[in-house]
């Protein structure tokens, strides 16, 4: 059974940095992608990260050029360096491996909350 385990949210001001950890256990996790994904109060869960297996990198639009997803299997962490912080990062923060179609294929952790704001 995979356990996923977020951490490193917190409150920060507009402009702010924060950087998320993500342990995964219970799985080979070199073998498989992993991304992150964020919730804002009343919306769907999005993905705005992806990291391949071999480390090939992805991102929605809205993290584009701010955020950066890296990995290291040694310790079976994804992180995600969050720069330039905006209010309507505001969320939810998740990580999970995604599916061809972008959705999580496993259970999901508790998830670390996000707060931009000042």
């Known amino acids: 059974q995979v356990q996923l385990v977020e951490s490193g949210g917190g409150l920060v001001q507009p402009g702010g940095s924060l950087r998320l950890s993500c342990v995964a256990s219970g799985v080979i996790f070199s073998l498989n992608d992993m991304g992150w994904y964020r919730q804002a109060p009343g919306k769907q869960r999005e993905l705005a990260a992806h990291i391949t297996a071999v480390g090939s990198t992805n991102y929605a639009e809205f993290v584009k050029g701010r955020f950066t997803i890296s990995r290291d299997n040694a310790k079976h962490t994804v992180y995600l360096q969050m720069n330039s912080l905006k209010p309507e990062d505001t969320a939810v923060y998740y990580c999970?491996?995604?599916?061809?179609?972008?959705?999580?294929?496993?259970?999901w952790g508790q998830g670390t909350q996000v707060t931009v704001s000042s």
């Open positions: 999970n491996s995604p599916s061809r179609e972008g959705v999580g294929r496993w259970d």
